[in-house]
C-alpha cells in the first residue's frame, strides 16, 4: 500500500547517457511535484504538475523533461547527464489546494561518473 | 527568492535530552511546516502551522507558529535513538514550498 513509489531507488550511470525515473502515487492526489537534493542536502523544487499540465518550472536546464501521462504518474526524463546531475532526487504529491500536504517518495539516488 | 535560516546545522544530544530548534524568514508567511527526513528516505510531515502563535503537538514534538509570522521552533522532549534524523521547516503559500537547509539530530544513546 505504498503512497508514492519511485524507481529506480539507485541509478549508476556514465556522463553523457539519458535515464529516466519513474514515479507513482496511489493517493488520488491531483499535483505532483520533483524536488532535487543536492550533496548538503539542500532540497529545491524543479517541476510541479497538476492534472498533467506543467504548472512549476524552476529554471531548470531543458535537458530535463517531466511527463505526465496521467494524474498517478510523473516521470523524469534526464538527457546528456552531466556531473553535477548526481543528488537524490524525490517525487512528491498532493491536492492543488493543499500544497502544503505533500507526500513523498523514497527517493532516487542519481550518481553520474 | 525567499529564504528560511534554520540553525542549529547540527546537534549531537544524549537520549532523553530536549531538543529545540528554529527557522526564521525575511519574508511573513501564512503556514510553517515542519518535515522530518530519516537516513535513505524522504521527507514526512510532522506539523502544519496555519495561524500567528498557533502552538501544536504531535507526541513529543511541539511546534509553534511565531507572533511575528517570520519564524517558527520545533522541540522535541525526551529524545530517543529514531529522533535521528534531518529535520526541515518549509513554507507554502503561493509560492512552490521553499525548504529550510535542515537541521540534522543526532542521538547517542
Known amino acids: 500500500d505504498t503512497a508514492v513509489s519511485q524507481t529506480p531507488k539507485y541509478l549508476v550511470t556514465q556522463m553523457g547517457n539519458d535515464k529516466s525515473i519513474k514515479c507513482e502515487q496511489n493517493?488520488?492526489?491531483?499535483?505532483m511535484y520533483w524536488y532535487k537534493q543536492d550533496s548538503k542536502k539542500f532540497l529545491k523544487i524543479m517541476f510541479s504538475?497538476?492534472?498533467?499540465?506543467?504548472?512549476i518550472n524552476e529554471t531548470v536546464p531543458n535537458r530535463f523533461s517531466p511527463k505526465s501521462p496521467d494524474k498517478a504518474h510523473l516521470n523524469l526524463h534526464i538527457n546528456s547527464l552531466e556531473l553535477g546531475d548526481s543528488a537524490v532526487y524525490f517525487c512528491?504529491?498532493?491536492?492543488?489546494?493543499?500544497?502544503?500536504?505533500?507526500?513523498f517518495g523514497p527517493g532516487t539516488r542519481l550518481t553520474v561518473l | 527568492g525567499q529564504q528560511l535560516n534554520q540553525s542549529p546545522q547540527s546537534m549531537f544530544i544524549q537520549e532523553g535530552e530536549d531538543v529545540s530548534m528554529n527557522c526564521t524568514s525575511s519574508s511573513i508567511f501564512n503556514t510553517w511546516l515542519w518535515y522530518k527526513q530519516d537516513p535513505g528516505e524522504g521527507p514526512v510531515l510532522l506539523i502544519a502551522?496555519?495561524?500567528?502563535?498557533e502552538l501544536t503537538s504531535n507526541g513529543r514534538l511541539t511546534a509553534q507558529f511565531g507572533i511575528t509570522r517570520k519564524d517558527s521552533f520545533l522541540n522535541i522532549s525526551a529524545s530517543i535513538p529514531s529522533d535521528v534524523g534531518i529535520y526541515f521547516c518549509a513554507n507554502s503559500g503561493n509560492t512552490p514550498l521553499v525548504f529550510g537547509k535542515g537541521t540534522r539530530l543526532s542521538v547517542i544513546a
Open positions: 512528491a504529491s498532493s491536492m492543488w489546494d493543499r500544497e502544503d500536504t505533500q507526500y
Open positions: 493517493l488520488g492526489h491531483d499535483t
Open positions: 504538475y497538476n492534472n498533467k499540465e506543467l504548472i
Open positions: 502551522l496555519y495561524k500567528a502563535g
